[in-house]
Protein backbone atom coordinates (compact mmCIF):
# COMPACT_ATOMS: atom_id res chain seq x y z
CA UNK A 1 0.00 0.00 0.00
CA UNK A 2 1.09 3.56 -0.86
CA UNK A 3 1.91 6.07 1.54
CA UNK A 4 1.63 9.69 0.85
CA UNK A 5 0.91 12.79 2.74
CA UNK A 6 -2.61 14.25 2.07
CA UNK A 7 -2.46 16.95 -0.97
CA UNK A 8 -3.69 20.20 -0.12
CA UNK A 9 -5.84 22.58 -2.78
CA UNK A 10 -6.67 25.96 -1.07
CA UNK A 11 -10.53 25.81 -2.59
CA UNK A 12 -13.89 26.79 -1.29
CA UNK A 13 -14.64 22.81 -1.49
CA UNK A 14 -12.10 22.37 1.09
CA UNK A 15 -12.92 21.95 4.59
CA UNK A 16 -9.46 23.41 5.83
CA UNK A 17 -7.13 23.19 8.58
CA UNK A 18 -6.28 18.96 8.96
CA UNK A 19 -3.00 18.21 9.29
CA UNK A 20 -0.54 17.62 6.58
CA UNK A 21 2.25 14.98 7.15
CA UNK A 22 0.27 12.14 7.98
CA UNK A 23 0.75 8.92 6.66
CA UNK A 24 -2.55 8.93 4.04
CA UNK A 25 -3.93 8.51 1.01
CA UNK A 26 -4.89 11.59 -1.74
CA UNK A 27 -8.04 12.69 -1.64
CA UNK A 28 -10.26 11.61 -4.90
CA UNK A 29 -13.29 12.45 -6.10
CA UNK A 30 -16.56 10.36 -6.72
CA UNK A 31 -19.36 11.17 -9.31
CA UNK A 32 -22.61 11.21 -9.34
CA UNK A 33 -24.55 12.20 -12.21
CA UNK A 34 -26.45 11.91 -15.93
CA UNK A 35 -25.36 11.92 -19.12
CA UNK A 36 -23.56 15.40 -18.33
CA UNK A 37 -20.76 13.55 -16.70
CA UNK A 38 -21.01 9.80 -17.83
CA UNK A 39 -17.39 8.37 -18.77
CA UNK A 40 -19.01 5.06 -20.16
CA UNK A 41 -21.41 3.30 -17.75
CA UNK A 42 -23.39 3.30 -20.35
CA UNK A 43 -21.30 1.78 -22.53
CA UNK A 44 -21.24 -0.78 -20.66
CA UNK A 45 -25.17 -1.41 -19.86
CA UNK A 46 -25.65 -3.07 -23.57
CA UNK A 47 -29.29 -2.88 -23.34
CA UNK A 48 -29.53 0.90 -22.72
CA UNK A 49 -30.79 3.08 -25.02
CA UNK A 50 -28.97 5.99 -24.04
CA UNK A 51 -25.09 5.31 -25.37
CA UNK A 52 -22.15 7.13 -26.64
CA UNK A 53 -20.18 3.83 -28.03
CA UNK A 54 -20.51 5.40 -31.69
CA UNK A 55 -18.53 7.69 -33.45
CA UNK A 56 -18.62 10.64 -33.58
CA UNK A 57 -18.96 10.87 -29.85
CA UNK A 58 -15.28 11.39 -28.21
CA UNK A 59 -14.27 12.93 -31.45
CA UNK A 60 -11.92 15.56 -29.63
CA UNK A 61 -10.90 13.61 -26.77
CA UNK A 62 -7.45 11.75 -26.67
CA UNK A 63 -7.40 9.54 -29.68
CA UNK A 64 -11.02 10.43 -30.58
CA UNK A 65 -12.25 6.90 -30.10
CA UNK A 66 -15.65 6.71 -28.25
CA UNK A 67 -15.47 6.70 -24.66
CA UNK A 68 -18.88 7.33 -23.30
CA UNK A 69 -19.30 10.96 -22.75
CA UNK A 70 -21.78 12.76 -24.22
CA UNK A 71 -19.94 14.82 -26.15
CA UNK A 72 -17.17 15.50 -28.55
CA UNK A 73 -14.68 16.24 -25.92
CA UNK A 74 -14.38 16.74 -21.76
CA UNK A 75 -17.70 17.24 -19.57
CA UNK A 76 -18.33 19.67 -17.31
CA UNK A 77 -17.08 17.55 -13.94
CA UNK A 78 -13.87 16.77 -16.08
CA UNK A 79 -12.54 20.15 -16.27
CA UNK A 80 -13.84 21.22 -12.96
CA UNK A 81 -11.88 17.86 -11.69
CA UNK A 82 -8.65 19.21 -13.30
CA UNK A 83 -8.71 22.60 -12.39
CA UNK A 84 -8.48 21.51 -8.66
CA UNK A 85 -5.26 19.02 -9.86
CA UNK A 86 -7.88 15.83 -8.78
CA UNK A 87 -7.40 12.60 -11.27
CA UNK A 88 -10.08 12.09 -13.32
CA UNK A 89 -12.37 8.74 -12.10
CA UNK A 90 -12.61 5.98 -14.58
CA UNK A 91 -16.60 4.54 -14.36
CA UNK A 92 -17.89 2.22 -12.14
CA UNK A 93 -18.54 -0.62 -14.76
CA UNK A 94 -15.33 -0.51 -16.40
CA UNK A 95 -13.83 -3.94 -15.96
CA UNK A 96 -9.87 -2.58 -14.69
CA UNK A 97 -11.48 -0.88 -11.78
CA UNK A 98 -10.11 -2.34 -8.65
CA UNK A 99 -9.97 -1.61 -5.01
CA UNK A 100 -6.10 0.45 -6.13
CA UNK A 101 -7.02 2.18 -8.49
CA UNK A 102 -10.48 3.61 -6.79
CA UNK A 103 -8.13 4.34 -3.93
CA UNK A 104 -6.01 6.51 -6.03
CA UNK A 105 -8.86 8.16 -8.51
CA UNK A 106 -12.07 7.64 -7.12
CA UNK A 107 -14.65 6.59 -9.11
CA UNK A 108 -17.63 7.93 -11.46
CA UNK A 109 -20.99 6.26 -11.33
CA UNK A 110 -23.10 8.98 -13.55
CA UNK A 111 -25.20 7.29 -16.10
CA UNK A 112 -26.77 8.94 -19.14
CA UNK A 113 -30.54 8.61 -18.42
CA UNK A 114 -29.91 8.71 -14.92
CA UNK A 115 -32.26 10.70 -12.81
CA UNK A 116 -33.31 11.42 -8.97
CA UNK A 117 -36.36 9.69 -9.14
CA UNK A 118 -36.17 6.13 -9.70
CA UNK A 119 -38.78 6.25 -12.01
CA UNK A 120 -37.34 8.79 -14.76
CA UNK A 121 -36.20 7.44 -18.10
CA UNK A 122 -37.44 3.93 -17.64
CA UNK A 123 -37.83 3.94 -21.30
CA UNK A 124 -33.87 3.78 -21.81
CA UNK A 125 -34.10 0.28 -20.09
CA UNK A 126 -31.22 0.53 -18.49
CA UNK A 127 -29.66 3.33 -16.73
CA UNK A 128 -28.48 3.93 -13.18
CA UNK A 129 -30.25 6.20 -10.73
CA UNK A 130 -29.34 8.19 -8.15
CA UNK A 131 -30.53 5.78 -5.13
CA UNK A 132 -28.66 3.15 -7.51
CA UNK A 133 -25.23 5.22 -7.93
CA UNK A 134 -25.51 5.32 -3.74
CA UNK A 135 -26.14 1.71 -3.76
CA UNK A 136 -22.90 0.69 -5.50
CA UNK A 137 -21.06 3.74 -3.90
CA UNK A 138 -21.89 1.45 -1.06
CA UNK A 139 -20.73 -1.62 -2.23
CA UNK A 140 -17.07 0.45 -3.09
CA UNK A 141 -17.32 1.30 0.20
CA UNK A 142 -17.24 -2.38 1.57
CA UNK A 143 -14.65 -3.47 -1.13
CA UNK A 144 -12.31 -0.70 0.47
CA UNK A 145 -13.35 -1.48 3.92
CA UNK A 146 -11.87 -5.12 3.26
CA UNK A 147 -8.58 -3.62 1.73
CA UNK A 148 -7.32 -1.34 4.40
CA UNK A 149 -9.70 -1.50 7.22
CA UNK A 150 -13.02 0.54 8.73
CA UNK A 151 -10.18 3.66 10.08
CA UNK A 152 -8.57 4.37 6.89
CA UNK A 153 -11.14 4.07 5.01
CA UNK A 154 -13.33 6.14 7.08
CA UNK A 155 -10.64 8.78 6.84
CA UNK A 156 -10.73 8.45 2.83
CA UNK A 157 -14.04 8.79 2.31
CA UNK A 158 -14.58 11.65 4.31
CA UNK A 159 -11.68 13.52 2.78
CA UNK A 160 -12.54 12.80 -0.98
CA UNK A 161 -14.63 15.12 -2.87
CA UNK A 162 -17.89 14.51 -4.02
CA UNK A 163 -20.17 15.88 -6.96
CA UNK A 164 -23.68 15.23 -7.59
CA UNK A 165 -25.10 16.25 -11.16
CA UNK A 166 -28.62 15.13 -11.51
CA UNK A 167 -32.26 16.61 -12.46
CA UNK A 168 -32.01 16.98 -16.35
CA UNK A 169 -33.68 13.64 -16.92
CA UNK A 170 -36.23 14.14 -14.69
CA UNK A 171 -37.94 16.56 -16.69
CA UNK A 172 -36.97 15.59 -19.99
CA UNK A 173 -37.99 12.15 -19.31
CA UNK A 174 -39.98 12.04 -17.53
CA UNK A 175 -42.22 15.14 -16.70
CA UNK A 176 -42.86 16.59 -19.83
CA UNK A 177 -43.63 13.42 -21.41
CA UNK A 178 -47.11 12.08 -21.26
CA UNK A 179 -46.10 8.68 -21.41
CA UNK A 180 -45.14 9.09 -17.82
CA UNK A 181 -47.64 8.81 -14.85
CA UNK A 182 -45.19 11.21 -13.22
CA UNK A 183 -46.34 14.50 -15.63
CA UNK A 184 -49.90 13.30 -15.39
CA UNK A 185 -49.65 13.02 -11.34
CA UNK A 186 -48.21 16.58 -10.81
CA UNK A 187 -48.13 20.22 -11.35
CA UNK A 188 -44.86 21.73 -11.90
CA UNK A 189 -44.21 23.07 -8.24
CA UNK A 190 -45.48 19.84 -6.93
CA UNK A 191 -43.02 17.80 -9.13
CA UNK A 192 -40.28 20.11 -8.23
CA UNK A 193 -41.00 19.93 -4.11
CA UNK A 194 -40.93 15.87 -5.13
CA UNK A 195 -37.76 16.00 -6.58
CA UNK A 196 -36.19 18.22 -3.55
CA UNK A 197 -37.57 16.16 -0.92
CA UNK A 198 -36.06 13.12 -2.83
CA UNK A 199 -32.45 14.73 -3.55
CA UNK A 200 -32.73 15.70 0.42
CA UNK A 201 -33.39 12.30 1.54
CA UNK A 202 -30.35 11.21 -1.08
CA UNK A 203 -27.98 13.73 0.15
CA UNK A 204 -28.29 12.78 3.59
CA UNK A 205 -27.74 9.79 2.93
CA UNK A 206 -24.34 10.42 1.21
CA UNK A 207 -23.34 12.46 4.69
CA UNK A 208 -24.24 9.75 6.52
CA UNK A 209 -21.50 7.41 4.29
CA UNK A 210 -19.07 9.79 4.58
CA UNK A 211 -19.23 12.98 1.74
CA UNK A 212 -18.50 16.19 3.52
CA UNK A 213 -17.60 18.50 0.80
CA UNK A 214 -19.92 17.91 -2.51
CA UNK A 215 -20.67 20.24 -5.02
CA UNK A 216 -23.60 20.16 -7.22
CA UNK A 217 -24.68 21.00 -10.62
CA UNK A 218 -27.43 23.12 -11.15
CA UNK A 219 -29.20 23.03 -14.37
CA UNK A 220 -28.86 24.59 -17.42
CA UNK A 221 -31.76 26.69 -19.44
CA UNK A 222 -33.23 22.96 -20.72
CA UNK A 223 -35.92 24.88 -22.60
CA UNK A 224 -33.13 25.93 -24.78
CA UNK A 225 -31.34 22.93 -26.01
CA UNK A 226 -31.98 21.99 -29.42
CA UNK A 227 -34.55 19.07 -29.13
CA UNK A 228 -36.83 21.21 -27.04
CA UNK A 229 -36.41 24.36 -29.60
CA UNK A 230 -37.37 21.96 -32.57
CA UNK A 231 -40.54 21.39 -30.41
CA UNK A 232 -41.43 25.23 -30.78
CA UNK A 233 -43.60 26.47 -33.46
CA UNK A 234 -40.71 29.46 -33.65
CA UNK A 235 -37.53 27.71 -32.64
CA UNK A 236 -37.26 29.21 -29.59
CA UNK A 237 -36.90 28.14 -26.13
CA UNK A 238 -39.22 26.61 -24.33
CA UNK A 239 -40.30 29.14 -21.93
CA UNK A 240 -42.10 27.07 -19.55
CA UNK A 241 -39.36 24.27 -19.61
CA UNK A 242 -36.74 26.98 -18.19
CA UNK A 243 -38.39 28.09 -16.13
CA UNK A 244 -39.15 24.79 -14.55
CA UNK A 245 -35.28 24.80 -14.64
CA UNK A 246 -35.00 27.91 -12.92
CA UNK A 247 -37.40 27.09 -9.51
CA UNK A 248 -35.85 23.66 -9.38
CA UNK A 249 -32.14 25.57 -9.37
CA UNK A 250 -33.48 27.90 -6.34
CA UNK A 251 -35.19 25.01 -4.35
CA UNK A 252 -31.81 22.93 -4.90
CA UNK A 253 -29.85 25.73 -3.75
CA UNK A 254 -31.55 26.78 -0.68
CA UNK A 255 -31.66 22.60 0.06
CA UNK A 256 -27.85 22.81 -0.77
CA UNK A 257 -26.81 25.70 1.75
CA UNK A 258 -29.33 24.21 4.22
CA UNK A 259 -27.73 21.10 4.81
CA UNK A 260 -24.48 22.46 4.85
CA UNK A 261 -25.65 24.88 8.06
CA UNK A 262 -27.17 21.77 9.24
CA UNK A 263 -25.09 18.56 8.89
CA UNK A 264 -21.94 17.90 10.81
CA UNK A 265 -19.22 18.90 8.93
CA UNK A 266 -20.58 19.45 5.60
CA UNK A 267 -19.40 21.76 2.97
CA UNK A 268 -22.15 21.20 0.35
CA UNK A 269 -22.05 24.16 -2.08
CA UNK A 270 -24.69 24.74 -5.27
CA UNK A 271 -22.84 25.01 -8.56
CA UNK A 272 -24.94 27.39 -10.66
CA UNK A 273 -23.87 28.54 -14.17
CA UNK A 274 -27.64 28.79 -15.24
CA UNK A 275 -27.47 32.45 -16.12
CA UNK A 276 -24.18 32.74 -17.68
CA UNK A 277 -25.41 29.47 -19.82
CA UNK A 278 -28.16 31.67 -20.76
CA UNK A 279 -26.24 34.46 -21.91
CA UNK A 280 -23.82 32.42 -23.77
CA UNK A 281 -27.40 30.97 -26.00
CA UNK A 282 -28.92 34.11 -26.33
CA UNK A 283 -26.00 36.06 -27.06
CA UNK A 284 -23.17 33.29 -28.73
CA UNK A 285 -20.75 35.32 -30.41
CA UNK A 286 -19.34 37.49 -27.16
CA UNK A 287 -18.06 33.84 -26.21
CA UNK A 288 -16.68 33.01 -29.45
CA UNK A 289 -19.15 30.51 -31.26
CA UNK A 290 -21.31 30.91 -34.12
CA UNK A 291 -24.26 28.93 -33.40
CA UNK A 292 -25.95 27.88 -30.22
CA UNK A 293 -29.46 26.59 -31.39
CA UNK A 294 -28.65 23.72 -33.40
CA UNK A 295 -26.94 20.52 -32.92
CA UNK A 296 -23.03 19.93 -34.34
CA UNK A 297 -23.30 16.51 -34.80
CA UNK A 298 -27.02 15.60 -37.01
CA UNK A 299 -27.97 13.06 -40.04
CA UNK A 300 -28.42 15.77 -42.64
CA UNK A 301 -31.52 18.04 -42.30
CA UNK A 302 -33.32 15.22 -40.04
CA UNK A 303 -34.43 16.86 -36.59
CA UNK A 304 -34.71 16.17 -33.90
CA UNK A 305 -31.33 13.73 -34.70
CA UNK A 306 -31.69 11.93 -30.91
CA UNK A 307 -28.34 11.23 -30.84
CA UNK A 308 -24.80 11.51 -32.76
CA UNK A 309 -23.80 8.40 -35.58
CA UNK A 310 -21.54 7.60 -38.06
CA UNK A 311 -23.86 8.46 -40.55
CA UNK A 312 -23.77 12.45 -39.14
CA UNK A 313 -22.56 15.27 -40.45
CA UNK A 314 -20.19 16.96 -38.66
CA UNK A 315 -20.28 21.15 -38.25
CA UNK A 316 -17.52 22.86 -39.73
CA UNK A 317 -15.94 24.32 -36.47
CA UNK A 318 -16.91 22.39 -33.56
CA UNK A 319 -15.74 24.75 -31.22
CA UNK A 320 -17.90 27.42 -32.38
CA UNK A 321 -21.06 25.07 -31.54
CA UNK A 322 -22.76 25.39 -27.91
CA UNK A 323 -24.30 22.25 -28.83
CA UNK A 324 -23.24 18.85 -29.81
CA UNK A 325 -25.97 16.76 -29.90
CA UNK A 326 -29.60 17.76 -29.61
CA UNK A 327 -29.20 17.38 -25.58
CA UNK A 328 -25.27 17.85 -25.07
CA UNK A 329 -22.85 20.82 -25.06
CA UNK A 330 -19.73 20.53 -26.92
CA UNK A 331 -16.38 20.45 -25.35
CA UNK A 332 -16.01 24.26 -25.66
CA UNK A 333 -19.67 24.99 -23.72
CA UNK A 334 -18.48 22.78 -21.29
CA UNK A 335 -15.39 24.19 -20.20
CA UNK A 336 -16.82 28.15 -20.25
CA UNK A 337 -19.63 26.85 -17.90
CA UNK A 338 -16.81 24.40 -15.60
CA UNK A 339 -15.19 27.77 -15.24
CA UNK A 340 -18.11 29.88 -14.49
CA UNK A 341 -19.20 27.19 -11.57
CA UNK A 342 -15.53 27.50 -10.20
CA UNK A 343 -15.23 31.09 -10.22
CA UNK A 344 -18.71 31.55 -8.68
CA UNK A 345 -17.58 29.40 -5.97
CA UNK A 346 -14.70 31.61 -6.07
CA UNK A 347 -12.14 29.35 -6.96
CA UNK A 348 -9.39 30.51 -8.04
CA UNK A 349 -7.05 28.03 -10.40
CA UNK A 350 -5.34 25.83 -8.60
CA UNK A 351 -1.25 25.61 -9.27
CA UNK A 352 -1.56 22.25 -8.85
CA UNK A 353 -4.12 21.25 -11.56
CA UNK A 354 -3.13 18.83 -14.02
CA UNK A 355 -2.08 19.80 -17.70
CA UNK A 356 -3.85 16.94 -20.21
CA UNK A 357 -3.89 17.23 -23.99
CA UNK A 358 -7.53 18.05 -24.17
C1 LIG B 1 -35.35 3.41 -5.49
O1 LIG B 1 -34.47 2.40 -5.89
C2 LIG B 1 -33.64 1.88 -4.86
C3 LIG B 1 -32.71 0.85 -5.45
O2 LIG B 1 -31.91 1.39 -6.43
C4 LIG B 1 -34.49 1.27 -3.76
O3 LIG B 1 -33.67 0.84 -2.71
C5 LIG B 1 -35.48 2.31 -3.25
O4 LIG B 1 -36.35 1.72 -2.33
C6 LIG B 1 -36.29 2.91 -4.39
N1 LIG B 1 -37.08 4.01 -3.88
C7 LIG B 1 -38.34 4.22 -4.24
C8 LIG B 1 -39.02 5.39 -3.62
O5 LIG B 1 -38.90 3.51 -5.06
C1 LIG C 1 -33.71 23.39 6.59
O1 LIG C 1 -33.31 22.45 7.56
C2 LIG C 1 -34.12 22.36 8.69
C3 LIG C 1 -33.50 21.42 9.69
O2 LIG C 1 -33.10 20.23 9.10
C4 LIG C 1 -35.52 21.93 8.26
O3 LIG C 1 -36.38 21.86 9.37
C5 LIG C 1 -36.05 22.94 7.25
O4 LIG C 1 -37.31 22.52 6.75
C6 LIG C 1 -35.10 23.09 6.10
N1 LIG C 1 -35.55 24.16 5.18
C7 LIG C 1 -35.45 24.10 3.87
C8 LIG C 1 -35.92 25.27 3.10
O5 LIG C 1 -35.01 23.12 3.28
C1 LIG D 1 -16.37 16.71 12.41
O1 LIG D 1 -14.98 17.02 12.34
C2 LIG D 1 -14.27 16.86 13.55
C3 LIG D 1 -12.85 17.36 13.33
O2 LIG D 1 -12.26 16.67 12.25
C4 LIG D 1 -14.34 15.40 14.02
O3 LIG D 1 -13.67 15.24 15.24
C5 LIG D 1 -15.81 15.00 14.15
O4 LIG D 1 -15.88 13.61 14.46
C6 LIG D 1 -16.55 15.26 12.85
N1 LIG D 1 -17.98 14.95 13.03
C7 LIG D 1 -18.67 14.32 12.10
C8 LIG D 1 -20.09 13.98 12.44
O5 LIG D 1 -18.22 14.02 11.02
C1 LIG E 1 -20.64 31.04 -39.01
O1 LIG E 1 -22.00 30.98 -39.41
C2 LIG E 1 -22.24 31.48 -40.70
C3 LIG E 1 -23.76 31.46 -40.93
O2 LIG E 1 -24.33 30.28 -40.43
C4 LIG E 1 -21.46 30.70 -41.73
O3 LIG E 1 -21.67 31.25 -43.02
C5 LIG E 1 -19.99 30.72 -41.39
O4 LIG E 1 -19.28 29.91 -42.29
C6 LIG E 1 -19.77 30.25 -39.96
N1 LIG E 1 -18.38 30.38 -39.60
C7 LIG E 1 -17.70 29.40 -39.01
C8 LIG E 1 -16.27 29.68 -38.71
O5 LIG E 1 -18.19 28.33 -38.68
Redesign the pocket.
Known sequence: MECRNVKFIATVLVALGLASGRCSFAAVQFIFGDSLIDVGNNNYLTKSLARAALPWYGIDFESGVPNGRFTNGRTAADIVGDKMGMPRPPAFLDPSLDEDTILKNGVNYASGGGGIL??TASLFIQRF?L??QI?LFQGTQEMIRAKIGDAAAEKFFTEARYTVAMGSNDFINNFLLPVYTDSWTYSGPGFVNYMIS?LESQLRLLHSLGARQLIYFGLGPMGCIPLQRILTSSGGCQESTNELALSFNKAASRLLGNLSTNLPNATYVFGDAYDFFQDMINRPKKYGFNNSDSPCCTIGNIRPSLTCTPLSSLCKDRSKHVFWDEYHPTDKANELIAKQIMSKLGYKSSAKATKRPN
Open positions: NESYKET
